[in-house]
């Protein structure tokens, strides 16, 4: 049966259960009230009169049947003004699920179980919709990102193959740049899937010690570059994936080395503790940054002006891989233009109280 004939039944069997208790209620008033001497009054006065009993059934079936039929027609009315909004949410439905997210219920009205329903719902359908816009232009980028080096490593071997007696160290040295920038991408892609996924085991992590540990490792770089690096701040306890958080801490100070000053540069980095909160901050010297461009630079593959893609300038998921693996722990990236040029990108997560002992 559907909800609205199950609604109906409902309503006519409390209808008339009521129906029943109330003339039961009658009936024993009038045993308990009438006189002894009703019954031989009433056969005096009409001797064709029924006695009380005989009397009272046909005015109670009466009264019953009318409250059954009342109780029917007003009860499919009733389930069906109620029921009304959820033909919307599941028309709403159906037309999500043929691919159309742009749908929206919008139901009117006064704000009830049905109205914060259909307004998540219409939440949900929003959000969706800007997560499978993402997707879209994500998966388009990465399939243009992967098709360049492949596009590069053919044709260097359609040249090798039409001029075997070209030396081969050359083309190899190449094919061995592009083969790795294709597998440093294929790896970003898919550390990025798994922090969007959370599915990782959480541990005590000190951020302090990350940052010291990510700047140790780019040192080599930061000195070819001629970049200072400053690593101080308090210890800092977060929990997390200490994988992905060292991730985090290497993408941001890796970003801050390769998008400096050409000589002379400098990376900041500071942990530092707040109510509730640690924050990891990274700040380098560079080129002036406009907040409209600032805002754009944790989009996949989205690099900043004049940022050449040089061996170590990265396949463009570098503050991508950031926000996400920063979202995946509760904790957000806020990105900001230095005032003398260069870039301020800070990472807050949630604190974690000191360990007994």
């Keep these: 049966m559907s909800v609205r004939l199950r609604l109906t039944l409902s309503y006519a069997g409390f209808l008339m259960v009521a129906g029943v208790l ?34 009272f059934a046909p005015a109670a079936g009466a009264v019953l049947a009318v409250l059954l039929v009342l109780g029917l ?25 043929h691919g159309s997210l742009s749908h929206r219920i919008r139901l009117p009205g006064r704000r009830d179980e049905f109205r914060e329903l259909a307004d998540a719902f219409d939440t949900m359908l929003a959000r969706l919709e800007a997560h499978v816009a993402e997707e ?12 360049t080096p492949l ?10 193959r039409a001029d075997p007696d070209r030396a081969a160290g050359d083309i190899i040295d190449r094919l061995h740049t592009v083969n790795n920038r294709a597998i440093d991408l294929t790896e970003a892609l898919l550390l990025l899937s798994r922090a969007g996924r959370r599915s990782f085991a959480r ?13 140790e490792t780019l040192l080599p770089l930061a000195e070819e570059r001629g970049v200072t690096v400053e690593v101080h701040g308090a210890i800092a306890p977060a929990t997390g994936s200490p994988a992905l958080l060292l991730q985090l801490t290497t993408n941001l100070v890796h970003n801050a080395i390769v998008h400096n000053l050409p000589g002379g540069g400098a990376v900041r980095v500071t942990t530092s503790v707040r109510p509730g909160a ?28 004049e940022r050449l893609r040089t061996h170590d300038a990265g396949v463009g998921l570098g503050l991508a891989i950031v926000e996400t693996i920063a979202r995946a722990h509760d904790g957000t990236l806020a990105l900001a233009p230095r005032p003398d040029g260069g870039l301020r990108a800070a990472v807050g997560l949630p604190a974690t109280p000191p360990a007994d002992g």
């Design 22 to 55: 109330l003339l039961a209620a009658v009936w024993v008033y009038l045993l308990a009230y009438v006189p002894d001497d009703w019954n031989q009054r009433m056969l005096y006065q009409n001797p064709n009169r029924q006695l009380l009993a005989y009397t």
């Design 73 to 97: 027609v007003g009860g499919w009315f009733l389930a069906g003004r109620m029921l009304a909004p959820l033909t919307r949410i599941t028309a709403a439905t159906r037309t999500a699920a």
């Design 136 to 147: 879209k232009r994500f998966a388009a980028n990465a399939s243009h990102e992967l098709r």
């Design 151 to 160: 596009a590069v490593s053919r044709t260097l071997l359609e040249v090798a």
């Design 203 to 215: 541990e005590r992590v000190d951020l302090s010690l990350l940052a010291e540990e990510a700047a």
């Design 278 to 305: 640690v924050e990891l901050a990274v700040e380098n010297t560079g080129a002036p940054l406009s907040p409209e461009l600032v805002s754009t630079l944790t989009e996949p593959f989205r690099r900043g002006a």
